[in-house]
């Protein structure tokens, strides 16, 4: 029943044995069901927190919607074996813990064919790490669907990486995974948008330069920066925008990912300085504000 807690393990008949639990299932050890086509209906909680659990002799482990398989203690290595298959109805979510850095989780463990919908819940200890090559959290049987299950909820607090759950085809497993998420790509933009910036400014100071050297061909009277000696205030008013179209694409972990890294960026400033000239030479200094 829902309030009750089965704390152990269980030793069934050679017969079509069923289970039916919705309270709490803290399975510890060998549980034996026997022969016969034995059935275990779970709506409450199944937990292996305790090292290995094993249900032998079990034909079908049948997770309901509100059914919950958890073996998340913040440590990894335990798993729960089920004897033959698992189907998941849509709502039902196991718990594990993983540690991507040393490719160690908690392991559901199914002989048969796991079908169904299923979503996986996990738990990450230790550092956030990229895991290209995947950490088991489920070892399945032949016959086991692509869809059996899908990633939930994860605790990863790192905006640089990306959770997936990866179905690793020849061996009926799935392998949580982890890949660079949209801030890797946009940081590497975010230097460009930076140059960007240094450049606004560094062409006000050419232009200056520029309008130095031009000034005494058109009229000495203009200018005593060009032939003559002399100190000169100068300011320019900066604004503009620069807009880039631009993409990244990541192969990995299962698939290829395409993120968008366009920006616009806006302008707005003032550079001025203090010169002092005389004949082809020109020195001063140059400040500026720049938003």
Do not use: C
Request: glycine fraction near 14%; proline fraction near 2%; hydrophobic fraction near 40%.
């Amino acid at each position: 029943t829902a309030a009750a807690t089965l704390r152990g393990r269980i030793d069934l008949t050679d017969n079509a044995d069923v289970v039916n639990n919705a309270g709490t299932f803290d399975a510890i050890g060998t549980s034996l069901f026997g022969l016969g086509s034995d059935v275990f209906s779970n709506t409450g909680f199944v937990r292996s927190t305790n090292g290995a659990a094993t249900f032998s002799g079990l034909e079908s482990f049948v997770n309901v919607a509100t059914g919950r398989v958890e073996l998340r203690d913040s440590a990894v290595g335990d798993t729960l074996s089920l004897g033959g298959t698992y189907q998941g109805v849509s709502g039902a979510r196991p718990g594990v813990d993983a540690n991507l850095g040393t490719h160690a989780a908690d392991v559901l463990i199914v002989t048969g064919a796991a079908t169904g919908s299923t979503v996986l819940d996990a738990q990450l200890l230790g550092s956030a790490t990229f895991d290209l090559t995947g950490t088991l959290v489920v070892d399945a049987g032949a016959g086991t669907s692509a869809t059996a299950f899908s990633l939930g909820n994860t605790t990863n607090s790192s905006p640089f990486i990306k959770m997936g759950l990866l179905y690793d085809t020849p061996n009926n497993n799935f392998l949580l995974i982890s890949t660079p998420e949209q801030p890797v790509f946009e940081s590497v933009m975010a230097g460009e948008a930076f140059m960007n910036f240094w450049h606004n400014s560094a062409e006000a100071v050419s232009a200056q330069l520029t309008a130095d050297r031009d000034s005494d061909r058109v009229d000495d009277n203009v200018s005593h920066l060009s032939g003559k000696s002399g100190l000169d205030i100068w300011a320019q008013l900066r604004t503009g925008e620069i807009e880039r179209d631009a993409s990244q694409s990541f192969t990995g972990g299962g698939g290829t990912s395409v993120f968008d890294t366009s920006y616009q960026q806006d302008f707005l400033g003032i550079q001025g300085g203090l010169e002092y000239g005389t004949g082809n030479l020109v020195v001063g200094v140059t400040t500026g504000w720049q938003d």
